[in-house]
């Protein structure tokens, strides 16, 4: 499970697309993205906190884990995207600790980190359980791995819709957000085609961490997931 070979295409989408990256983001998850972030930090991420936002972008979960913390957490910021790291700037008041790199080799010690944030972007890993492994070797003893992202409904209708949803509504949100270059943003159909429904997920989840928190928002088309070490 995870993209691949689709891998380095949806790269080179998400490059071209960080000028409009946040506020399409923002549409078309219909203004739950801010509503869920908070859902999932909230309560597994504490002050004096070592945090790694895997996958950041911008560091949008990080950004909400220090408001939660009034601060008081130390941030490394982990992205396979130099220029997305870059943009990061603007979005800190002090500039986090900045890394590059891919899901699957992650370059620190077992049991550094108190919590892993993974803010739609567990789903573009290039092989989902070597991904889960690493995360879970580098979060110390009951550390917690947050994720926030599209769910895959259990059940086909539903399931279905989500599809209808990304082939067809989305590149009008898009479109309207971002311009032409928001068309861009069809390749999340590709992702969600990857993506393992939310039980196997749930399941995927179990085989490296002890216990797993799994809530669902927009009929499971959203997740918010906390799986504990």
């Not at 950041?56 to 913390?69: D, E, I, P, R, Y």
């Not at 590059?100 to 944030?117: Q, Y």
């Not at 990857?194 to 002890?210: D, T």
Request: aromatic content about 10%; glycine content about 10%; some cysteine.
């Amino acid at each position: 499970m995870g993209l691949g070979s689709y891998w380095g295409e949806v790269i080179e989408v998400l490059r071209e697309i960080i000028p409009i990256y946040d506020k399409v983001n923002s549409y078309i998850s219909l203004g739950k993205d801010v509503e869920h972030r908070k859902r999932g930090i909230s309560g597994r991420v504490f002050p004096g906190n070592r945090i790694l936002d895997a996958g950041s972008g911008f560091g949008n979960m990080s950004k909400t884990a220090l408001k939660l913390c009034d601060g008081k957490i130390s941030i490394t910021l982990y992205d396979p995207l130099v220029p997305m790291l870059k943009n990061t700037g603007t979005h800190f008041e002090k500039t986090p600790e900045l890394i590059n790199g891919v899901f699957e080799h992650i370059p620190f010690r077992d049991n550094e980190f108190d919590a892993v944030l993974c803010g739609y972007s567990l789903r573009d890993a290039i092989n989902l359980r070597i991904a889960i492994s690493e995360i879970h070797r580098v979060l110390k003893n009951n550390g917690r791995f947050v994720i926030v992202d599209l769910g895959k409904p259990d059940e086909l209708i539903i399931r279905l819709g989500m599809s209808f949803y990304l082939r067809v509504i989305l590149p009008v949100l898009a479109l309207i957000a971002g311009g032409r270059l928001g068309l861009k943003f069809g390749t999340l159909y590709g992702t969600f085609k990857r993506w393992p429904q939310n039980k196997r997920l749930e399941k995927l989840l179990l085989e490296k961490f002890s216990r797993v928190e799994f809530e669902k928002d927009l009929m499971g088309g959203a997740i918010i997931v906390a799986a504990y070490k």
